[in-house]
């Protein structure tokens, strides 16, 4: 009994043929994002995305090759249809963006970071009574006492 691995499972792909390509999936470079494990198989099929739909039955065809497999437990394959990304404005060489301030009467803007990477964990309810009282409780905060708005 042959060894389920990756190459099997490709050699089985390749009796599946793309209808309007005329050639074996493989070949075709369409079979990408394997996964064997304990029996259980994973790969996704990639198309053009005007094609998608139509594709069912080829993604129906494969799996039922890869099952055919003695070993194979399960099979899942998806079909996946990216489309090529818009290409990135090309800024023209000497010709800078138009710099709109951000906020107008602000010269500079300096973000600020800790570099702690999250929140803090603190201790316990049950040490606070036997050290000192809670890290706020030691803190005093000043709030405004003018009820005009802060903010215009």
Same mark, same amino acid.
């Given at each position: 009994?042959?060894?389920?691995?990756?190459?099997?499972?490709?050699?089985?792909?390749?009796?599946?043929?793309?209808?309007?390509?005329?050639?074996?999936?493989?070949?075709?470079?369409?079979?990408?994002?394997?996964?064997?494990?304990?029996?259980?198989?994973?790969?996704?099929?990639?198309?053009?995305?005007?094609?998608? @739909?139509?594709?069912?039955?080829?993604?129906?065809?494969?799996?039922?090759?890869?099952?055919?497999?003695?070993?194979?437990?399960?099979?899942?394959?998806?079909?996946?249809?990216?489309?090529?990304?818009?290409?990135?404005?090309?800024? @023209?060489?000497?010709? @800078?963006?138009? @710099?709109?301030?951000?906020?107008?009467?602000?010269?500079?803007?300096?973000?600020?970071?800790?570099?702690?990477?999250?929140?803090?964990?603190?201790?316990?309810?049950?040490?606070?009574?036997?050290?000192?009282?809670?890290?706020?409780?030691?803190?005093?905060?000043?709030?405004?006492?003018?009820?005009?708005?802060?903010?215009?």
């Amino acid at each position: 009994m042959p060894q389920l691995n990756e190459a099997a499972i490709l050699e089985a792909l390749k009796s599946v043929r793309d209808p309007d390509r005329g050639a074996d999936i493989v070949s075709l470079g369409m079979i990408s994002g394997l996964v064997l494990k304990q029996g259980n198989v994973g790969f996704s099929i990639e198309v053009a995305p005007e094609r998608g @739909q139509a594709l069912e039955p080829l993604r129906k065809a494969a799996e039922r090759a890869v099952a055919a497999l003695p070993g194979v437990l399960s099979v899942t394959a998806v079909l996946t249809a990216h489309s090529e990304p818009a290409p990135e404005p090309v800024a @023209q060489p000497g010709r @800078q963006a138009p @710099q709109q301030p951000l906020m107008p009467g602000v010269a500079h803007i300096v973000a600020v970071a800790s570099g702690k990477g999250g929140v803090a964990s603190r201790p316990p309810r049950s040490t606070w009574r036997s050290r000192s009282p809670p890290p706020a409780a030691r803190w005093a905060f000043s709030m405004p006492t003018s009820t005009a708005p802060l903010c215009r």
